[in-house]
């Protein structure tokens, strides 16, 4: 995909926009790209087109001498086929229901204050290191069990487990595989730990359901870098989203109640997760093209999500449309199982920096966008905070 957008990686929509109106179901090298809504949302309740390459192999192209990052990556929840991703999902989504996530609303809170108090005194901050980064690291790492002290550590390398997204060929195969082994030992000495399988944690929870070896640290490390990337990606482009939109801003920041709408608008408009990418198990027809067996076929949320046959004037964020049925958290088998601890901590994360940053603004530097397009968003996004130590004061 990255050809497709080439220079573009910060606004993708008008390349999206093009392909949507004059080929939607588009041949690229070996793989198919799918823009428009419709199509998108039939592929991502089709059966037929699966995770996992027919006859086996990884999911996700990974060369062979990275054998620990290969192996962790294809245990991996959002990479299996039913009937093995439909029993463990059963394993892990309690925990993540919309009754379990409620109860986090007070610590979730108690951490956007911190790392505000923090953001306050610097002149200028980088919104994804200082706050879009560190709040759903934190969140997870509670959920997990883990120690506060392991935060920047957790953190460090669910960045480097991401590279081997991005284009740093080689060398980021071998820093995600780095990470992948460091991890895997961090989570195996974790649950090895006398009576960890008695905590309240997700850890236990998982011991407790039966998750022991590979697919226990595995899963660990997916909850870790799902429940991460994909969040600070939310709720970096959010603000960005809102420090360009100041109408919408400040309609937020008056009538705060429709924070919880606005924020799945903000999820619709500008995507966390750009694309995903599917196998076609079997020979497919979508929008009238003929998709063989074997084929790669790559559905852009993105575009999806900007489709006007689905959301009238897409290309306007408007916090008082209903963006139900975006496909930000994905559609079918696989929607995101994260979704309502993603949509809490965006939604709490939002309305404190509306309320207690009421003068950020943007910095002159650049916005500087990693080069990703699945977990897409800024990798530094500079800002002044204003006055907000005084006003963190004065609460």
Sequence with gaps: MKSIVEGQIADPYPVYRRYRETDPVHRHSDAWYVFRYDDVSTALSDRRLVRRPPGGGPPVPIPPQYATLRDVVTNWLVFLDPPEHTELRSRVAGHFSQARVAPLRPRVETLVDELLSELADRPVADLVADFAAPLPIMVIADLLGISASRHQWLRER????????????????????????????????????????????????????????????????????????????????????????????????????????????????????????????????????????????VLVLGSANRDPARFPDPDRLDPHRLATRHAGFGIGAHYC?????????????????????PRLSLAEQPVRYADDLVFHGPARLLVNPGNTHQLLEAT
């Design 158 to 297: 669910a960045v480097a487990l991401q590279q081997a997204n991005t284009s740093y060929g080689g060398e980021g195969h071998a820093a995600a595989d780095r990470a992948a082994r460091e991890l895997s030992d961090f989570f195996a000495a974790e649950a090895g730990r006398p009576g960890r399988a008695d905590c309240a944690d997700l850890i236990g929870h998982l011991l407790t359901a039966g998750l022991t070896g590979g697919r226990l640290t595995s899963t660990c490390i997916h909850l870790l870098t799902a429940g991460h990337e994909t969040t600070t990606n939310l709720i970096a482009k959010a603000v960005l989203a809102l420090l360009r939109h100041p109408r919408v801003r400040d309609e937020l920041s008056a009538v705060p109640e429709l924070m919880p709408q606005a924020v799945e608008e903000l999820i619709r408009y500008d995507t966390p997760v750009q694309l995903v990418r599917r196998r076609a198990g079997q020979d497919v027809e979508l929008g009238g093209r003929h998709i063989e067996a074997g084929s790669t076929v």
């Design 337 to 357: 199982l994260g979704a309502h601890l993603a949509r809490l901590e965006a939604e709490i994360g939002l309305s404190a920096l509306l309320r207690r940053t």
